[in-house]
C-alpha cells in the first residue's frame, strides 16, 4: 500500500463549498507538486430532463436540440465556468489544476474516474447543491465515503457545523 499521493480528485459542484474544495486540495498538493483534476458531474437527471418532450415545465417546448448537444453544450460552459474560477481564485497555481467534466450519476462517475485516472484522494464537500435531495435519496458524499477505494478528504464549513453544548 503506497500512501503517497500524486493526483487528486477535486469535486466541484458550484455550490458554496467549490472554492473551499479548490483550496484544501492545493494546500495538499503544495506539499508535493500534486496534479488536481478539477472534476464536475453533469447529472444524469439534468440530461433526462432535456430528453423530455415538452422538458420539465408544461409550457416549454425543446428546441430541437438533441441530447448530444445538450451535453457538448454543458460541458463547454462547465469547463468554461471552472476555468474563470481557477483563474479569478488560484492563477498563480492553475498549472496543477486540469479540469474534467463527467455525464451520468455523479456517485458512480467519481467512483470511475479514481479507478481510470488512478486518482490517489479525493476531496469534496459534504455538502452541496443537492442537499434536499440527500434526505431523500442519500448524498453523493456519503456514497463516495462508503465506496471510494482511496481515501476521501472532507471538507466542511467550520460555523455551520459548530457543535451546540
Known amino acids: 500500500m503506497s500512501t503517497e499521493i500524486n493526483k487528486i480528485l477535486a469535486c466541484v459542484d458550484f455550490s458554496d463549498y467549490s472554492l473551499m474544495v479548490l483550496e484544501y486540495s492545493l ?4 506539499q508535493s507538486n500534486t ?3 478539477v472534476f464536475n458531474v453533469i447529472n444524469q437527471r439534468e440530461i433526462g430532463d432535456s430528453e423530455a418532450p415538452f422538458g420539465i415545465f408544461p409550457n416549454y417546448v425543446s428546441k430541437g436540440t438533441s441530447t448530444e ?8 460552459e462547465r469547463t468554461e465556468k471552472l476555468k474563470h474560477l481557477i483563474e479569478k481564485n488560484f ?3 492553475r498549472i496543477l489544476m486540469r479540469v474534467k467534466i463527467g455525464k451520468g450519476s455523479p456517485f458512480d462517475i467519481i467512483l ?3 479507478d481510470t485516472n488512478d486518482i490517489d484522494l479525493v476531496v469534496m464537500a459534504n455538502k452541496g447543491r443537492g442537499n434536499l435531495s440527500s434526505v431523500l435519496f442519500g448524498s453523493v458524499a456519503e456514497k463516495v465515503f462508503r465506496h471510494s477505494p482511496v481515501p476521501v478528504f472532507s471538507v466542511r464549513e467550520r460555523q455551520s457545523f ?3 453544548k
Open 27 to 30: 494546500a495538499l498538493a503544495r
Open 35 to 37: 496534479q488536481i483534476i
Open 69 to 76: 448537444d445538450y451535453v457538448k453544450k454543458m460541458k463547454a
Open 91 to 93: 492563477s498563480d497555481e
Open 112 to 114: 470511475q474516474t479514481i
Open 162 to 164: 459548530k457543535r451546540v
